[in-house]
């Protein structure tokens, strides 16, 4: 039982390039989220969705697209990274049955920059 | 708006030290939860607690603490004969039931340094 894994660990983008980072979970949980975390300012949501099929935003969504075309997979996806998209990117995932509100459990972390 | 505050930005006590790490939070709501994680300097999420708003008990695990005051809005977090392990950032959180998603609005987080 791994949780909540993230790929990759690290990534170095330049200014305009686009990539997708992968979170994926094996605890058959509903909810997946993405959140940034930057110096200071605690996590914030990006992204999240309540089930397979189903994406919503979250506080901080623009310059991302989600989708989660499988329950246990939720991929984030930057178009064209911009320096402000430097941060270290946490994917977590909960279990509906227990209610919206139940445990959150995070992945290790993405760190990522752009230059 | 829902928010939540950790005004200490950073603490630094020395080994066996109490310490308290403090939180207050602003909801609308009267359903809601509170959460407590810790990220060590490697720099995972490490979930520590969750209580929701009818439970004001407050709770023990080991040298960990938490008091739950409805009445100032508060969810403090006290260590107990801190060790140097216990260096690292706190966050607190808040989640709102009847949002129906589950989503975070965490603190700025609380950078604790235990000196040996």
């Known amino acids: 039982n791994a949780g909540v894994t993230q790929t990759p660990k690290f990534r170095v983008l330049k200014t305009g390039q686009s990539m997708t980072l992968l979170c994926a979970q094996d605890?058959?949980?509903?909810?997946m989220y993405w959140y940034r975390q930057d110096p200071g300012m605690g996590l914030r949501l990006i992204h999240y969705?309540?089930?397979?099929?189903?994406?919503a935003k979250g506080e901080v969504p623009d310059g991302y697209n989600v989708s989660r075309l499988k329950k246990q997979n939720f991929l984030l996806g930057l178009e064209s990274a911009a320096p402000s998209q430097t941060s270290v990117y946490f994917c977590?995932?909960?279990?509906?049955?227990?209610?919206?509100?139940?445990?959150?459990?995070f992945g290790p972390g993405t760190r990522l920059t752009v230059l | 708006a829902q928010k939540v505050t950790q005004a200490q930005t950073e603490i630094s006590v020395v080994e066996k030290e109490d310490v308290t790490l403090d939180c207050v939070y602003e909801?609308?709501?009267?359903?809601?939860?509170l959460f407590w994680y810790k990220q060590p300097p490697s720099g995972e999420l490490v979930f520590l607690i969750r209580?929701?708003?009818?439970?004001?008990q407050n709770e023990i695990s080991g040298r960990y603490s938490w008091n739950f005051q409805k009445s100032t809005s508060s969810f403090n977090f006290t260590i107990t004969a801190s060790q140097v392990v216990d260096s690292a950032v706190y966050f607190c959180?808040?989640?709102?039931?009847?949002?129906?998603?589950?989503?975070?609005?965490f603190g700025q987080g609380t950078t604790l340094q235990v000196k040996p």
């Open positions: 977590a995932s909960s279990d509906r049955d227990r209610g919206p509100s139940d445990t959150q459990y």
């Open positions: 605890m058959n949980h509903e909810y």
């Open positions: 969705s309540v089930g397979e099929g189903t994406t």
């Open positions: 909801t609308r709501d009267t359903t809601y939860y």
């Open positions: 209580r929701n708003s009818f439970d004001e």
């Open positions: 959180a808040l989640s709102e039931a009847p949002s129906n998603t589950g989503k975070l609005i």
